[in-house]
C-alpha cells in the first residue's frame, strides 16, 4: 500500500511537471495557435492541439528535466548512503542503496549530456539570441569557439580570464566547424537577452552535468573493482554531491528563462508588454510575496522531515521478525 501511494505521488508530480515544462515550451517556441483580436483585448487561441504541445522544443525540454529530476533523486540516495558508510551505521541497507543509485546516476547523468545537446542545438535553430548569450558571442562566425569558463565584459564585447576550444560550438551545432553561429549583434539591442548571468548560469550546469558524469563513473568503476567502500574520499564527495543537482536544476531555469529575455513570449509578445486587465500589479506582488514565504515555509518543514527521516534512518532489516517468528538472516 506504502509502495502504490508512493508510486501514485510521484506519477502524479511527473505528470504536472511535465505539463509544466510542455507550457513553458510553448512560451519559448510557440506553435499551434492563432492571435484573436488587438492590443489589450489580443489572446492566443489553440487551433492544434498536438502542434501546441509538441512545440519544437518541448520534447528536449521535457526529457531533459525528467532526467534532471532522476540525477537529483539518484545523488539524494548516494549522499544519504555515503552518509550511513561513513558513520558506520545501516550499512546493509545503505551499501544496497548506494549502488542501484549509482546505475540510475551514470544512465541518468549520460542522458543528461545528450538531451542538453539536443536542446543546445534545438535553441541555435530556434531561439539563435539565446545561444548567442549563452556562448558570448558577439559577431557572427563560423568556426566559433566553446568557452569552458569566462567572464563576458558586455559593454566592451570580450570574454576575460577564458579558456576556450577553438571551432567546438560550431562543430557541436552542426557537426561541422564551417557551421555559421549568428552573433548578438546581428539582432536590435532591445531584442538581447543579458548576456553574462546566462553565460554563467549555462556553464556552471554543463561543468556541474560533467562532475555529475564523472562522480557517477568513478563509483561505477570502484564497484566493478569492489572497492567502492573503501574511498573515502569519494564517499564523503558523494555526501556533498546532493547539492549539485539541485544547483544544475536552478541554473537551468536561469539559463532558459533569462536566456529567453526580453520576450515572454519568444518572438511575440515582449515582457515589459505582459499585463492582465483582471489581475492589477498589487495584486501580482501579494501573490508573489504569500508565495514565496508559503514555500519558504514548506523548505524548511521538508529539511527538518528529511533530516529526522535520515537521523533515524531504515527500519533495522536484520531485526525484522521472519514470518515464522525467527530473525531473517
Ligand atoms: C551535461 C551537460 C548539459 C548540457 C549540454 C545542458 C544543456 C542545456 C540547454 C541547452 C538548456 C537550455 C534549453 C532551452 O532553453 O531550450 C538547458 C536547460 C536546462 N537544464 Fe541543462 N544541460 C546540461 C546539464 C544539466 C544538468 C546536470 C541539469 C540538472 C541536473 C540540467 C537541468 C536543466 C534545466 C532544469 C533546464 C531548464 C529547463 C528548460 O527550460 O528546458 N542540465 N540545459
Not at 562532475?211 to 573515502?232: D, E, H, P, Y
Not at 543537482?245 to 505582459?274: C, F
Request: glycine residues 6%.
Amino acid at each position: 500500500m506504502h509502495f502504490f501511494s508512493t508510486l501514485m505521488v510521484s506519477f502524479g508530480s511527473m505528470f504536472s511537471a511535465v505539463w509544466i515544462v510542455v507550457a513553458n515550451s510553448w512560451q519559448q517556441t510557440p506553435a499551434g495557435f492563432h492571435v484573436v483580436g488587438e492590443g489589450i483585448n489580443a489572446r492566443a487561441e489553440i487551433t492544434d492541439f498536438w502542434a501546441m504541445v509538441l512545440n519544437p522544443s518541448s520534447v528536449d525540454r521535457v526529457l531533459h528535466v525528467i532526467s534532471g529530476c532522476w540525477l537529483a533523486g539518484a545523488f539524494l540516495i548516494i549522499s544519504i548512503s555515503a552518509y550511513y558508510i561513513i558513520k558506520n551505521r545501516h550499512i546493509r541497507f545503505a551499501k544496497s542503496s548506494i549502488k542501484i543509485a549509482l546505475f540510475v546516476a551514470l544512465i541518468a547523468s549520460l542522458f543528461q549530456l545528450f538531451t542538453g545537446h539536443s536542446s543546445a542545438v534545438g535553441v541555435s535553430k530556434n531561439q539563435p539570441a539565446k545561444l548567442a548569450a549563452m556562448e558570448a558571442v558577439f559577431d557572427d562566425q563560423t568556426n566559433a569557439q566553446l568557452y569552458l569558463f569566462g567572464w563576458v565584459n558586455e559593454e566592451k564585447q570580450e570574454v576575460n580570464f577564458s579558456i576556450a576550444i577553438p571551432g567546438m560550438l560550431s562543430y557541436l551545432i552542426g557537426f561541422d566547424t564551417e557551421t555559421k553561429v549568428t552573433g548578438l549583434n546581428s539582432f536590435k539591442e532591445e531584442d538581447r537577452p543579458p548576456v553574462n548571468i546566462v553565460f554563467q548560469a549555462y556553464h556552471l550546469m554543463v561543468a556541474i552535468g560533467m562532475l555529475l558524469i564523472v562522480l557517477s563513473m568513478f563509483g561505477v568503476f570502484f564497484w566493478i573493482r569492489g572497492t567502492l567502500f573503501k574511498q573515502k574520499w569519494l564517499m564523503w564527495a558523494f555526501v556533498f554531491s546532493v547539492l549539485l543537482p539541485q544547483i544544475a536544476n536552478q541554473v537551468g531555469w536561469i539559463t532558459a528563462e533569462v536566456g529567453r529575455q526580453p520576450w515572454i513570449v519568444y518572438g511575440l509578445l515582449r515582457t515589459s508588454e505582459g499585463l492582465s486587465k483582471a489581475v492589477s500589479a498589487d495584486q501580482v506582488w501579494f501573490s508573489l510575496i504569500l508565495f514565496t514565504l508559503i514555500y519558504i515555509g514548506l523548505f524548511i518543514l521538508f529539511v527538518y522531515l528529511l533530516n529526522e527521516k535520515i537521523k533515524h534512518g531504515p527500519e533495522d532489516v536484520d531485526a525484522i521478525p521472519s514470518e515464522i517468528g525467527h530473525p531473517k538472516s
